[in-house]
């Protein structure tokens, strides 16, 4: 299995405060609505079938299927998809949550969907390569798969790891292994060698003075990255 106990343990043990804006998954709901809209320019959502892999406690899920897209969100995390599964009924949002593999979903549901989304998961797993394969084979051809992740240089250790960890509290302690972060030329590799096309790269930065994240062009530390499948 291409997951992490320790991982799926440490975001496990979070998930009955995944809804909450003010707990440790604070900067996901910050940063939703700005990929969100990324995506959606990207690729209108309304009507499309749409896999959100990684998907947690739903937020992304939730926030496509809003947009008038068909949403299957797939996770490792048994205690996050049952959060997932009661927010979804509270909200009244239908999301179609499944405990699944990425690779597994891939080998039953291949050429299904046409998006795939797997945000702030690469940098979690043994073998992300895997993921973006996973990924690749899910989308339609002509479909588009993006992801987000973290840099691996100096300058991403000290915001994402030591600032956002250590200094600013925004995320607990040992939430990101800096060694599993992953260059953007790296994330191009992997995308290419699965059969997918770059299309574009967005970084993404946040103000400790303002406390806002914004997208801009600096992908020095947190990036996404639009790539599509060939007709």
């Given at each position: 299995?291409?997951?992490?106990?320790?991982?799926?343990?440490?975001?496990?043990?979070?998930?009955?405060?995944?809804?909450?804006?003010?707990?440790?998954?604070?900067?996901?709901?910050?940063?939703?609505?700005?990929?969100?809209?990324?995506?959606?320019?990207?690729?209108?959502?309304?009507?499309?079938?749409?896999?959100?892999?990684?998907?947690?406690?739903?937020?992304?899920?939730?926030?496509?299927?809003?947009?008038?897209?068909?949403?299957?969100?797939?996770?490792?995390?048994?205690?996050?998809?049952?959060?997932?599964?009661?927010?979804?009924?509270?909200?009244?949002?239908?999301?179609?949550?499944?405990?699944?593999?990425?690779?597994?979903?891939?080998?039953?549901?291949?050429?299904?969907?046409?998006?795939?989304?797997?945000?702030?998961?690469?940098?979690?797993?043994?073998?992300?390569g895997?993921?973006v394969?996973?990924?690749?084979?899910?989308?339609?051809?002509?479909?588009?798969?993006?992801?987000?992740?973290?840099?691996?240089?100096?300058?991403?250790?000290?915001?994402?790891?030591?600032?956002?960890?250590?200094?600013?509290?925004?995320?607990?302690?040992?939430?990101?292994?800096?060694?599993k972060?992953?260059?953007?030329?790296?994330?191009?590799?992997?995308?290419?060698?699965?059969g997918?096309?770059?299309?574009?790269?967005?970084?993404?930065?946040?103000?400790?003075?303002?406390?806002?994240?914004?997208?801009?062009?600096?992908?020095?530390?947190?990036?996404?990255?639009a790539?599509?499948?060939?007709l």
């Amino acid at each position: 299995m291409n997951a992490d106990p320790l991982e799926l343990q440490k975001f496990s043990d979070l998930a009955h405060r995944w809804w909450d804006p003010t707990s440790e998954f604070r900067p996901l709901h910050e940063i939703n609505p700005l990929r969100l809209e990324w995506i959606n320019a990207r690729a209108p959502l309304a009507g499309k079938r749409v896999i959100d892999i990684g998907c947690g406690g739903g937020i992304l899920a939730e926030s496509m299927a809003r947009k008038g897209a068909h949403v299957t969100g797939i996770d490792l995390s048994e205690k996050a998809l049952k959060v997932a599964d009661l927010h979804s009924l509270e909200s009244g949002v239908q999301v179609r949550y499944k405990l699944i593999a990425a690779e597994d979903m891939a080998a039953q549901e291949a050429g299904q969907y046409d998006v795939v989304t797997c945000m702030e998961m690469l940098e979690h797993v043994p073998d992300p390569g895997a993921i973006v394969r996973a990924a690749a084979t899910l989308v339609k051809p002509g479909g588009q798969v993006f992801f987000s992740t973290l840099n691996r240089n100096p300058k991403s250790y000290l915001f994402a790891v030591i600032g956002a960890e250590y200094l600013l509290r925004m995320l607990p302690k040992g939430t990101h292994d800096y060694a599993k972060f992953i260059t953007p030329a790296e994330l191009s590799q992997y995308v290419r060698s699965a059969g997918l096309d770059v299309q574009g790269l967005k970084g993404m930065g946040y103000n400790p003075l303002s406390k806002i994240y914004s997208l801009n062009d600096d992908t020095s530390v947190n990036y996404l990255m639009a790539t599509s499948r060939s007709l």
